[in-house]
Nanobody, 124 residues
Framework: QVQLAESGGGLVQVGASLKLSCVDS????????MGWFRQAPGKEREFVAA????????MYGDSAKGRFTISRDNAKNTQYLTMNNLKPEDTAVYYC?????????????????WGQGIQVTVSS
């Protein structure tokens, strides 16, 4: 059973960097495509990034391209989201998610398991 938990969020200044982590305590992360989504207050949940099971394929949402990097370490049952040059509009709750899809999806409906979410706040 997948049990996801995010960490690494917090309050940062504009232009700073953060690295989010997501650990699967069920130790089965290698079996899943992994993704990151985010939800800002009053907005719908938005796709951020996703990575295939062996990290050969990555996909990014428009807001993440060029600034964010998704990665994973299956031996540690952990995926990461490295966020650089953060902007106030990156402020949101960030969610880790796992998918059983064959191909890397960017729709939240294709992700079966979700973490509780972690707050990232970028202050100007």
């Amino acid at each position: 059973q997948v049990q996801l938990a995010e960490s690494g969020g917090g309050l940062v200044q504009v232009g700073a960097s953060l690295k989010l982590s997501c650990v699967d305590s069920g130790r089965s992360l290698s079996s899943y495509i992994m993704g990151w989504f985010r939800q800002a207050p009053g907005k719908e949940r938005e796709f951020v990034a996703a990575i295939s099971r062996r990290a050969g394929v990555t996909m990014y949402g428009d807001s993440a391209k060029g600034r964010f990097t998704i990665s994973r370490d299956n031996a540690k049952n952990t995926q990461y989201l490295t966020m650089n040059n953060l902007k106030p509009e990156d402020t949101a709750v960030y969610y880790c998610a796992a998918s059983v899809s064959v191909n890397v999806p960017n729709s939240q409906g294709d992700y079966r398991y979700w973490g509780q979410g972690i707050q990232v706040t970028v202050s100007s």
